[in-house]
Nanobody, 121 residues
Framework: QVQLAESGGGLVQAGGSLTLSCAASERTVSTYAMGWFRQVPGKEREFVAGVSRTGNITSYIDSVKGRFTIAKDNAKNTVILQISSLTPEDTAVYYC??????????????WGRGTQVTVSS
């Protein structure tokens, strides 16, 4: 069973930066496609960023391109999401996800519990 645990969320001012981290159970990061999603109350969970199983292909939604960077650290079995130039619209619970195939075009098999990111204006 794949286990994922997010950390790094918090309260930050608009324009600031955060780094979210997802710690995974053994060998998950190196063998699964990984991604980050976010959800605000009353809305569906949305895909934000993903990285392929091999780690050489990344995908982002348009609203975060140039501000968010996803990367795998296979040695540490973690996936990070570096976030910069935050806006209040980025406020959400951020979830880490893993899938055997892809996190971009299908609902991932495994999810973390989420970490809250709140951006103040």
């Amino acid at each position: 069973q794949v286990q994922l645990a997010e950390s790094g969320g918090g309260l930050v001012q608009a324009g600031g930066s955060l780094t979210l981290s997802c710690a995974a159970s053994e060998r998950t990061v190196s063998t699964y496609a990984m991604g980050w999603f976010r959800q605000v109350p009353g809305k569906e969970r949305e895909f934000v960023a993903g990285v392929s199983r091999t780690g050489n292909i990344t995908s982002y939604i348009d609203s975060v391109k140039g501000r968010f960077t996803i990367a795998k650290d296979n040695a540490k079995n973690t996936v990070i999401l570096q976030i910069s130039s935050l806006t209040p619209e980025d406020t959400a619970v951020y979830y880490c996800a893993a899938d055997r195939v892809t996190v971009v075009t299908r609902k991932p098999d495994f999810w973390g519990r989420g970490t809250q990111v709140t951006v103040s204006s």
